[in-house]
């Protein structure tokens, strides 16, 4: 059993910043890859940000440049650094992960709660 909690939402000015956390805990042996995404009303819930158990990262065309993703291991811990936002970065932010519960297990894909993101003036 494998639980993600979530943080660091809320309103913000456009310009602004915020930094999201997500932890996972339970029974864990190995986390795969971490990441983000984000879903709107009326759209597909999409990739934000990834991270690889290398350290490799991946990221949204439109976010390039203003998010960064980032992880403390020891912690089973992962971030997202959201600086310069604008008003269509508004949404609710999903953190996952993909996650070994011990050696030789399946992998398994796991949801954090959603935390809102809302930018405007």
């Known amino acids: 059993q494998v639980q993600l909690v979530e943080s660091g939402g809320g309103l913000v000015q456009p310009g602004g910043s915020l930094r999201l956390s997500c932890a996972a805990s339970g029974s864990i042996f190995s986390i795969n890859a971490m990441g983000w995404y984000r879903q709107t009303p009326g759209k597909e819930r999409e990739l934000v940000a990834a991270i690889t158990s290398s350290g490799n990262t991946n990221y949204a065309d439109s976010v390039k440049g203003r998010f960064t993703i980032s992880r403390d291991n020891a912690k089973n811990t992962w971030y997202l650094q959201m600086n310069s936002l604008k008003p269509e970065d508004t949404a609710v932010y999903y953190c996952?992960?993909?996650?070994?519960?011990?050696?030789?297990?399946?992998?398994?894909?796991?949801w954090g709660q959603g935390t809102q993101v809302t930018v405007s003036s």
């Open positions: 996952g992960c993909t996650t070994q519960q011990a050696r030789g297990a399946v992998a398994h894909t796991y």
